[in-house]
């Protein structure tokens, strides 16, 4: 069984993942208003990786034997402005996200549950890569600039996103 403290912890990062599920689902809406579909696809592909880590914990929770509890969701703001803005609301996300795990590995390690700091390491890595690629994104944005054309064929790339795999872990 999970100590409460962490089977508590566990599910306010379910929350945390879900919540960051959803604003990335509104960015993706408010790109395809804005007329950037590459851009919504890339923020829909988000959408979906939120999704997969948080089912992630979903079934590790049970696995464990303890239970799932889920709360409301807030509902998401994207800031208005330029792509760039969006973008940099995305990175807050992550870092968000990253402090997080952060403090839920350290709950884990705190109470000796191996099991979660070595299924929590997953999610570590994880959010490396996702900061990753998206300073990627805001250093293209910076150097793409006012210039329109440049901006549309990072709108074309980001539209290329594929899914990634789940690792292949369970
Ligand atoms: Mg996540």
Same mark, same amino acid.
């Given at each position: @069984?999970?100590? #409460? $403290?962490?089977?508590?912890?566990?599910?306010?990062?379910?929350? !945390?993942?879900?919540?960051?599920?959803?604003?990335?689902?509104? @960015?993706?809406?408010? =790109?395809?208003?804005?007329? =950037?579909?590459?851009?919504?696809?890339?923020?829909?592909?988000?959408?979906?990786?939120?999704? @997969? !880590?948080?089912? *992630?914990? =979903? $079934?590790?929770? !049970?696995?464990?034997?303890?239970? &799932? *509890? +889920?709360?409301? +969701?807030?509902?998401?703001?994207?800031?208005?402005?330029?792509?760039?803005?969006? =973008?940099?609301?995305?990175?807050?996300?992550?870092?968000?996200?990253?402090?997080?795990?952060?403090?839920?590995?350290?709950?884990?390690?705190?109470? *000796? #549950?191996?099991?979660? &700091?070595?299924?929590?390491?997953?999610?570590? #890595?994880?959010?490396?890569?996702?900061?990753?690629?998206?300073?990627?994104?805001?250093?293209?944005? $910076?150097?793409?600039?006012?210039?329109?054309?440049? +901006? +549309?064929?990072?709108?074309?790339?980001?539209?290329?996103?594929?899914?990634?795999?789940?690792?292949?872990?369970?």
């Amino acid at each position: @069984m999970l100590p #409460d $403290r962490l089977s508590e912890a566990i599910n306010k990062q379910i929350h !945390h993942e879900l919540q960051s599920a959803y604003t990335y689902l509104a @960015m993706s809406a408010h =790109f395809e208003n804005e007329g =950037f579909d590459g851009f919504a696809h890339w923020m829909e592909m988000q959408h979906s990786e939120e999704m @997969m !880590h948080a089912m *992630k914990l =979903f $079934r590790y929770v !049970h696995e464990r034997g303890a239970r &799932v *509890k +889920l709360v409301a +969701l807030e509902a998401p703001e994207v800031r208005q402005g330029k792509p760039i803005v969006v =973008f940099e609301q995305a990175l807050e996300t992550e870092k968000a996200n990253t402090s997080a795990i952060h403090e839920l590995y350290s709950i884990a390690n705190e109470l *000796k #549950d191996y099991a979660t &700091v070595s299924h929590l390491k997953w999610f570590l #890595d994880e959010q490396v890569e996702e900061e990753n690629s998206i300073e990627t994104i805001l250093a293209h944005m $910076r150097i793409a600039g006012e210039d329109p054309s440049a +901006l +549309l064929l990072l709108n074309q790339q980001l539209g290329q996103r594929t899914p990634e795999a789940d690792d292949g872990e369970e």
